[in-house]
């Protein structure tokens, strides 16, 4: 890229390790740019150190080495321009806040006035169509309406960049495909750039436009990456999404990590 | 066979008939025993109501009862008022938990009633020993609940804050301190019922006036009856106090996590921890 794009992830020769041993690194030479606006996955097995580096992505964990820049400025630690949405909703919202405080938080902290805070939440209440629950105390919601909290607040922050870690993993099927929907929907809506990790290579080829597709670990590393060119959205039944699909899996068989990864 | 899921409202109601009944029973097997023994050593239910009302009558239980609550009340909120903020305090901050915490490791097992001596000495018979061996007790329930409470807070919370633009002041008064909320009343709880069992060995060792006193000096003029009514008072004053400190939080501090009153069972069980 010959012009710097305003909040553009610039990743060169990334690697993180534990106990500073270079033959212990949990990931390694990473090389990744990602344009803004781009619905990036990040797809892989169990324990490839895909989330170690969201995290570092996010500025929750520091990196070993290698060039983290965003928008030419070097990273150093989490940013509001940022924002990671949890696995586990129920460690990431706060049980003493009903829906609607959880979700002005982030303003909150900003000293955002009460007015204001109130027509930014009830915008993306509506988003992510929980309204009609505002009152309502996480332990009162479902997995899937404690997730479109999560994405609720997270939005309500307007960072530009949204980091997702196996979002929908703990949801029940049905919930997963309506969130997933919703997810595109949003997506299209805020044209905000997001990573995705998943393990599951539908759910990848369902959301993203590009496809990072990392080693099985210890020291894993990108092997490939799709660029998937189908409209949206997409349909799972389709040739095409099968075609796609039959070459990403085969990154998966014959080294074993098959077992890891979810098939269709 | 169906089998029906009974209504709370009559789960309740069997809860009271039991209750009721466990304590009938208790008046039964008591004047059974007595009708065995000699009134100086095992006085009856009626006796013991005749001693309550010669102490009532005179103002004593009343007097002794008030001078016991407020020297526990004292003792209790001042040791919940540094407890607290020192438990946060070393919940937060690791270096101050890993300082902190040998010491409060050793004096853990000293009975907190070995204390009496020396603050006798210290500070004399007078009220001051006392609330400040109710205040010691207290510091370390407190403390060491509040402190498990901030580490019990999950990562992801200061990370989500953090993201969110929380500055550290922020996220310890906006995350934090909701979060250790339920520790700290636990804290708090136990601690309450520690000060009944500290309050009366103070008064046993050194006082003119209280339950505890009561209970002791009673075995000089051999009145077995008021060493009953002073337990049973203060067994009274103990459950009394832990409902009206369950049901204000379980109402102020619903939304923190602060349930209604546990089974007898589970609080028994921290207890004797």
Redesign the interface.
Known sequence: MSKVQKNSIVIKDLFKSYDGKANENVIQEINLEIPRGEFFILLGPSGCGKSTLLNII???ISKSGGDFFIQNKEVRG???E???V?Q?PD??L????NVRENVE??L???KVSKVERNSISDKYLRLVGLSDHEKK?PEELSGGMKQRVQLA??LA?D?EILLMDEPFGALDAQTRRTIQQELIRIWTHTKKTIIFVTHDIQEAILLGQRIGIMSKGPGSFIEAIYDITLPYPRDITAPSFNDIYRKVQSHFEGNGMAENVVNF | MRKFVKKQSRVNLEAVKFGLLSWFLVLIIWQIISLFSKPEFFPGPWQTLQGAIELIRDGTLQQYTLISYGRILTGWTLGSLIGIPIGLLMGKVRRVRLLLEPFVNFFRFIPALVFVTLFILWLGIGEQSKIALITYTTLFVVTLNTMAGVLAI?E??F?????????EG?IIW??II??T?PYIFNGIRLAMGNSFMAIVGAEMLAAKEGIGYLIWTSRLYLKTDWIFVGLITLGLMGFFMDKVLTNAGSLLLK???VKKADSTQRSMLQQAQ
């Open positions: 996010a500025g929750f989490p940013g509001k940022r924002a990671m949890f586990q460690a990431a706060f049980p003493w806040l938080f982030g909150k902290m900003q105390l607040r997270v922050n960072p | 999950d992801n919370k990370r989500a804050s953090r993201s969110m633009g929380a500055t922020q906006h995350v909701p979060a909320v939304k923190y996590g």
